[in-house]
């Protein structure tokens, strides 16, 4: 059975659960620079580099992982959000990306196998592929709006990097995650194709504003047209907002997505001083909600989320019946920043 066949199956028969946020749990640590930075020998200053904790303090994100997977986790994604070339280009720390990936994908694959023996349940390791602090879609200069800072081709590369150095730790899924461009998450797709045409892939947008669309213009059902030649095993939405907020975007995904729908949002909107203040039991009731209403496959945390949350969710959804995967029609579905849906 393949992984996408069993995530699939283990999905039909109840909702799955996925981790929560790596930085909150890095930022509640306290870290100093040399924390960060540990025995490289960087010219920059290295804090704030969480990727690069993999390698320095493993020791650190194998505690964060552990909690997630004792929380109830079924999903265990890596730490590796900003561990492409191009992010690490800020911390000049671009020639460790093959080694942060790795390290990122063999310290979640350690923890999920020591957990499988102790209790017999399979974890999923998700290499995790944040995307990039660049845009193809839109110009950052704005007396120029053809400009790009970087094309498709190089984008795609950069990914390609990533994605074979998490397959090679363990990484047994390309989850392509945040999308605020989906020009981006295609060059992310197509790389994970270019590594290896049966990895699964599981995607996740984030919104905006309360719209629904994410930063290059596109609806939530533009962006479902766009990327569905895909075939991902999930699509959803992470980060934005809290559960409140993104309830009504989940639910309008859901009856057009005909894969499994995989949502994880904030501990709620954050306070004057970017900080999460929503505790476990309430974002838990919030999910509730979703799995209520029969929206979501896989539930999990983005920003501010802990394993408390992760826990207090797992433990909301267990016994509600999960979403049943829409027959859709097959008309073809062409995307601008709206869907176009020719009938037959």
């Not at 900003?82 to 790795?102: C, M, P």
């Not at 709006?145 to 047994?172: K, N």
Request: net charge negative; with cysteine; glycine share 8%.
């Amino acid at each position: 059975m393949t992984i996408s066949e069993e995530i699939r199956s283990e999905a039909s028969r109840r909702i799955l659960v996925k981790d929560g946020a790596f930085g909150t749990q890095i930022q509640a640590r306290k870290l100093g620079e040399a924390d960060y930075r540990g025995s490289t020998d960087l010219v920059r200053d290295q804090k704030g580099n969480n990727d690069l904790l993999n390698l320095t303090r493993p020791d650190l994100i194998r505690e964060i992982v552990d909690d997630f997977a004792q929380s109830g986790a079924d999903i265990l994604a890596t730490n590796s959000f900003n561990a492409n070339r191009i992010s690490q280009a800020d911390y000049g720390a671009e020639a460790l990306v093959r080694d942060i990936n790795v390290a990122a994908a063999r310290i979640v694959r350690e923890v999920a196998d020591r957990h499988a023996k102790k209790d017999g349940r399979r974890r999923f390791i998700a290499g995790a592929l944040g995307p990039t602090n660049k845009t193809l879609s839109l110009s950052p200069n704005v007396n120029d709006p053809g400009y790009r800072e970087i094309d498709f081709d190089t984008l795609s590369d950069v990914y390609v990097e990533q994605i074979e150095a998490l397959v090679e730790g363990g990484a047994e899924i390309a989850l392509i995650e945040t999308v605020f461009d989906t020009l981006n998450a295609k060059a992310a797709i197509h790389a994970a194709r270019r590594v290896d045409p049966a990895l699964p892939i599981m995607l996740s947008m984030t919104i905006t504003d309360l719209s629904g669309r994410n930063l290059s213009g596109h609806s939530i059902e533009a962006f479902w047209a766009s990327v569905r030649h895909a075939r991902p095993l999930s699509v959803g939405l992470n980060c934005s907002f809290g559960a409140s907020q993104l309830r009504s975007h989940i639910a309008a995904l859901s009856e057009v997505a005909d894969t499994l729908i995989m949502a994880y949002p904030n501990a709620g909107l954050p306070n004057d001083l970017g900080e999460y203040d929503e505790d476990a039991a309430t974002t838990a009731a919030q999910v509730r909600e979703w799995a209520e209403q029969g929206i979501v496959n896989i539930v999990g945390g983005c920003c501010g989320t802990t394993p408390a949350h992760i826990k207090a969710i797992a433990d909301i959804v267990r016994g509600f019946t999960p979403r049943s995967i829409p027959e859709v029609p097959r008309w073809t579905r062409l995307s601008g920043i709206e869907p176009m849906v020719i009938a037959a």
